[in-house]
């Protein structure tokens, strides 16, 4: 797969290279994510750009910085993505944790450029747990889950990388695809280490994830250790038991 993102070096002697290389702009203050304004209204009124949820519902702001919004829509084309991502690693801005989630999941939108968004990740400091799903969702919906492995444990573990509840049914996917009951076990050690065994949507993925592998007395396990459950927990109990030939089962389960 290619990583390199060049641009022609007689237009323009900025390249994606070159920025991932120049450590200096890693020293650079962050600059704000909006110009100041200079209104005359009280600072209780002055309202801030207003919150969203994407696609995941995760909270992310509706940022006003020229640069951003030529972001949202570069990656057209890999001069696009160039010309922007200078800016902003010149501005300093690209290390900033919501403009570089912007940057890499711009490049997660297309197989083709997703080796540069893992290029991108290899030169943040502290990439967030959002960086991290955005690349490994990518490489799983490609059909690569030895590449979403590789990536996380010599990348993401290595970098000390923080997960989130959207990181373990990510992990439980990758390790179904590779047939690796082993590896989904070691999942859900992470689950507990981390604090996550009551959270429903990863007490639903691991359910899931024990019916799928067969293992219908773990799964069981699982749902009795948690006293809360929603609808998608019953319709993966009753989902899970008919597809292990358990169809008479799950009929006992239904309080």
């Known amino acids: 797969m290619a990583v390199g993102l060049k641009i022609n070096a007689r237009r323009s002697s900025l390249s994606l290279e070159k920025f991932i290389k120049a450590q200096k702009n890693l020293s650079k203050p962050t600059s704000k994510l909006w110009p100041d304004h200079h209104h005359h209204h009280d600072d209780d009124n002055h309202q801030q750009p ?3 949820d994407d696609e995941q519902g995760v909270r992310t ?3 006003a910085h020229p640069l951003l919004r030529a972001l949202d829509s570069a990656a057209a084309t890999p001069k696009q993505f160039n010309q922007v991502h200078a800016q902003l690693a010149v501005s300093g801005l690209f290390h900033h944790p919501l403009a570089a989630g912007r940057a890499v999941k711009r490049l997660c939108s297309s197989p083709s450029t997703v080796g540069h968004a893992i290029k991108l990740f290899n030169c943040l400091e502290e990439p967030d747990a959002f960086i991290c799903n955005t690349i490994m969702r990518a490489l799983v919906n490609m059909n690569d ?3 979403a492995m590789n990536f996380y444990y010599y990348q993401v573990v290595a970098k000390f990388v923080t997960p989130n509840h959207y990181t373990f049914p990510l992990l439980f996917k990758m390790f179904d ?3 690796s009951g082993g590896g989904g076990d070691k999942v859900h050690t992470l689950v507990l280490k981390h604090g996550f ?3 429903l949507f990863v007490k639903n993925a691991l359910i899931h994830f024990y019916f799928v592998s067969g293992r219908i007395l773990n799964a069981r396990k699982v749902f009795d250790e948690s006293p809360e ?3 998608v927990t019953w319709n993966t109990m009753i989902d899970g038991f008919v597809k292990n030939g358990e169809q ?3 009929k006992n389960e239904i309080p």
């Open 145 to 147: 889950p030895n590449g």
């Open 177 to 179: 695809e590779l047939a």
């Open 61 to 63: 702001l509706t940022l």
């Open 248 to 250: 008479d089962q799950w």
């Open 197 to 199: 065994e009551r959270d």
């Open 229 to 231: 459950s929603d609808l």
């Open 50 to 52: 207003p919150d969203v």
